[in-house]
């Protein structure tokens, strides 16, 4: 196992390992969970939370479950569930966990546990810790108070037991609209007035008739979330319930729930502890459901998989792997202090990810055609190269010289600036520069050919037969230009789709800022490039650096057999902060 950056996760973990704190039969010592909402597309922040919880998992030898929250039936749906799913495994997690009785599937809805969530509210109702207020929300809203003002008991706050436990009963029941009643939670007799406002009688149950994805018309009462999210840790035995700082002030709740229904007997002890790290917050990315959704809805990027959205579907399309994630979430750690990171930090984790491992290729992306004035039309010579400088085992690409090839445009320069050492023309009695077309030979510039607007539509070159890269004496030309190239006799045209960062603002939403308005225009350009012959084969999710542009993928939706369609990943070298 590797060295394990230290954090203050792990410190309170292996404290409690040392003191024993979770040791119960059976169970791994660190169970750890996932609890996303099924109302959206996961996100990059969702993924450190996804690595973070599954990672401690992993490293201590415990388990972690993915668990859906799913209850507000009027924003989930089934297809936020699978897409859910494909996203936690697809990044490399797995809920299954092999314990002493064998293989156990630990994916849950807290659905499952709608019947004894049911119970332990009237539990509470019995003993006093709940009661059914028919305040209007309103009301409820304007008793609450606020920050500097304790709030004011609610009249329905003293409801005998029997007469909230009947309620209830009738909530259930489907006795009442939406909105009339709602289950609280009556916490000490001086609640209302709690610096916590989390603690002032909290709502635990609301009335909502809408059919459910998974439980259908069976209840038109749901728990809300700060109820069933302790309970449901509780039932599935969690012991770390990591959640991100905006819930520390539900905490006390989260305690005082489980100690209170502890003495109900209705968990195995000891009951699990919530702890709060720092949101991933991240430049040029914005990290909010809503806000997601509002460019899906406003047809400013193509879907949820658009390749420029920073969702888990949108960065696997984009091209990022796995592991480039992974290690993201393992460099930027946790802490308990909210900060930005910097998109650069995870462009650099794709690059160093692929850096090793992804076969090079040639692609020119605004070619520009070059003759060979000395070379026969009719003539091919064959070159090759390795597929990867560092892994002569990754093989050899094969491709062909010919007379008409194609470079890109900005390999040629009318009038040279200076420290420019690519193709330049002759001038007076002084001859065009040299430059080795990589792999192949080393040329030089006789001249080049404009059409009627003065555009240069060709560069005209002659070849040095005995420069060939890899033979004998190809060294003794000395030349600072070294550049790609395709030939146009048997390269692949292809789309390919050069994106950028969504938006030029580093906190496009910062401060209720309108992100629509910081917008890149230039987050995706279309170009038609000209591919060395073998790329024909591509399939949808290959990855591949194109020498001196960067790392591509084939795009996994528009991809056809024969006919792939490149998206750019990352640039090779980091262009916004240069
Ligand atoms: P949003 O606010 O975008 O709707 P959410 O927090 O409501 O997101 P959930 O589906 O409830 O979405 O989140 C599941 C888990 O992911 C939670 O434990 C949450 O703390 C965590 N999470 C969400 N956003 C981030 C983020 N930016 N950084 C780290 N963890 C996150
Ligand atoms: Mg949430
Ligand atoms: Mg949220």
Not at 18 to 25: C, E, M, P, V
Not at 168 to 182: L, S
């Amino acid at each position: 196992l590797p060295a394990l950056p230290s954090n203050f996760l792990r410190a309170i973990i292996e404290n409690d390992l040392a003191a024993g704190t979770h040791t119960r039969d059976g169970m791994p010592n660190v169970i750890t969970r996932f609890p996303p909402e099924p109302n959206g597309y996961l996100h990059v922040g969702h993924a450190k939370s996804i690595c973070l919880n599954f990672g401690l998992a992993r490293d201590y030898n415990g388990r972690c479950h993915l668990r859906f929250d799913d209850t507000n039936p009027e924003k989930e749906e089934q297809e936020y569930v699978d897409t859910i799913i494909d996203s936690v495994k697809w990044l490399g997690f797995d809920w299954n966990w092999q314990g002493p009785n064998g293989n156990e599937v630990h994916l849950h809805h807290a659905s499952d546990y709608f019947d004894q969530l049911y119970t332990m509210a009237e539990y509470l109702i019995n003993e006093g810790y709940a009661y059914v207020d028919s305040q209007s929300a309103e009301e409820m809203a304007a008793n609450r108070g606020n920050f500097n003002t304790p709030g004011v008991n609610s009249p329905f706050r003293n409801r005998p037991r029997e007469e909230s436990l009947q309620m209830f009963r009738d909530m259930k029941a489907g006795k009442y609209k939406d909105g009339e009643h709602i289950l609280r939670a009556k916490i000490s007799e001086d609640a209302m007035s709690s610096p916590n406002m989390n603690m002032r009688d909290p709502a635990i149950y609301r009335i909502r008739h809408e059919h459910h994805v998974r439980t259908g018309d069976d209840w038109c009462i749901y728990p809300m979330y700060d109820y069933t999210h302790p309970i449901s840790d509780a039932l599935e035995n969690i012991t770390h319930s990591i959640c991100t700082l905006e819930f520390q002030d539900h905490r006390p709740f989260y305690d005082w729930l489980l100690e209170t229904l502890s003495k109900g007997g209705f968990f195995t002890l000891p009951v699990p502890k919530q702890y709060e790290f720092s949101r991933l917050n991240l430049t040029y990315v914005i990290t909010s459901k809503r806000k997601l959704r509002q460019l899906v809805e406003d047809g400013v990027v193509t879907g949820w998989d658009d390749p420029r959205m920073p969702t888990i579907v949108g960065l696997r399309r984009r091209g990022y792997t796995p592991e480039s994630i992974q290690l993201f979430a393992e460099r930027i750690g946790v802490t308990k202090s909210d900060g930005w990171i910097d998109m650069s930090t995870l462009e650099g984790c794709v690059r160093e990810d692929l850096d090793p491992k992804a076969p090079r290729a040639t692609a020119v992306l605004r070619p520009l055609k070059l003759i060979v004035e000395n070379f026969p039309a009719d003539a091919s010579e064959p070159c090759s190269c390795p597929v990867h400088p560092h892994h002569p085992e990754m093989g050899v690409r094969n491709f062909t010289f010919t007379r008409e090839l194609w470079i890109e445009a900005d390999d040629f320069m009318e009038t040279p600036t200076k420290g420019y050492f690519r193709y330049t023309p002759p001038v007076g009695d002084q001859p065009g520069s040299r430059v080795r077309l990589r792999h192949g030979f080393v040329t030089e510039c006789t001249g080049y050919d404009k059409d009627d607007n003065g555009n240069v539509i060709a560069v005209r070159v002659k070849y040095f037969e005995d420069s060939k890269s890899g033979t004998p004496g190809s060294d003794n030309y000395k030349v600072k230009g070294n550049i790609h190239w395709v030939s146009a006799a048997d390269c692949l045209e292809a789309e390919v789709r050069l994106y950028d960062r969504l938006f030029t603002d580093p906190q496009p939403d910062a401060g209720g800022k309108d992100f629509m308005a910081a917008l890149n225009p230039n987050a995706l350009e279309t170009v038609t490039a000209y591919l060395e012959p073998g790329m024909k084969d591509a399939a949808g999710d290959q990855r591949f650096q194109f020498e001196r542009h960067g790392y591509f993928v084939a795009d996994r939706v528009d991809s056809q057999p024969g006919k792939p369609v490149f998206n750019r990943i990352v640039t090779l070298k980091d262009s916004w902060t240069a």
